[in-house]
């Protein structure tokens, strides 16, 4: 049986042993905050922006849902406001880009949290990662990124902007050179506009459509490659990295990439009540079928095919089972994005 089979068995079970949503009768907070690893503007924020106009409205007592932008190293400040000082009681939501999802694997530092301890709430999006450049830099794809340094933009440590130019450039001979410390994606989009970068690796396929739809539109970038478990279907002819390598380096690769597989995942903090829990992903599932989300993200074209928490728990259980050597290769080769 498949990993998603398996985990759509689990979630059925899971399901047919839960309350009726009808019925559950757990008192919610009267506002809940979703907490934005990322800045106003960008994919994240968007996507959680959409969400919060709807979630309100499947849970019971219809709470009010405010949408609060906490950018700082890669996602990782966030990430240590939900496991450590976010309230537990169904109040507090986090989501988070991918790179925060295996710092505490591949991180030099201690970041402070165990994602795979997060209550696991949704995801929004099955993604692909993304390296793209500016249409007038000198590069069009990878041969010219093997061939010459490229400066990709960097929002911090433990950030999939940095993380993932080191592992392409030991697994694919890459020349990616990360200039990191941007605030986050708006920032970078900034810096690839203005000549300062050549562009950025690390950059999902629906935060692209989501915040900066002219780029496609009009043709003003290349898309060089594509990260995830299979291409997205909208980008044929653009290389999946994982058919270029080994079975070894796939491994390598996937360590840190497999938050695509959960784009725009959102979690509730560790010890949230478990009945708490069922009503928030009930309702998050409940609020990306509602039709006027549905029409809001065709408006944005926003990349709406949700993962359900309790699938989304058991990718990130994955992940944090991933074999201590394959670990240990990773961190040595983003020692560099730690000093």
Known sequence: MSFRASALAGLLLLTAASPVFAQQSEAMPKVIT??????????????ARMLGRYL???????????????????????????ADAAPKDGGALGTFPGGPLAEPLVGLRNPGYDMSQFQWIGAISRDVSLCISWKGSPF???????????????????SETDSIPLILNDVLKTKFRVV?????????????????????????FSSLKASKPDWIRDDKINI?????LEKSPELPNVPLASDLLSPEDKQVLELVTMGTAVGRPFAAPPGT???????????????????????????IQAEISPTPGEEVQQIIARLYATPKPVVERVKKLLEPTAK
């Open 180 to 204: 990191t410390g941007y605030l986050g994606t708006k920032e970078t989009f900034m810096a690839i506009e203005s000549g300062e970068a050549h562009g950025r690796c690390g950059l999902t």
């Open 224 to 228: 060089m490659l594509q990260m995830g």
């Open 56 to 82: 309100g409205k499947y849970i019971p007592g219809n709470p009010t849902v405010n949408v609060q932008d906490m950018p700082g190293a890669g996602g990782i400040r966030a990430a240590n406001f939900i």
């Open 273 to 299: 009540p478990p009945a708490r829990v069922q009503i928030l992903r009930r309702a998050f599932d409940a609020a990306l079928k509602d039709p006027a989300l549905l029409e809001e993200g065709r408006t």
């Open 34 to 47: 979703i907490y934005v690893a990322g800045t106003a503007g960008g994919g994240i924020d968007l996507y």
């Open 140 to 158: 069009k794809g990878l041969d010219e990124a093997r061939k010459q340094e490229m400066i990709v933009a960097g929002t911090g440590a433990g």
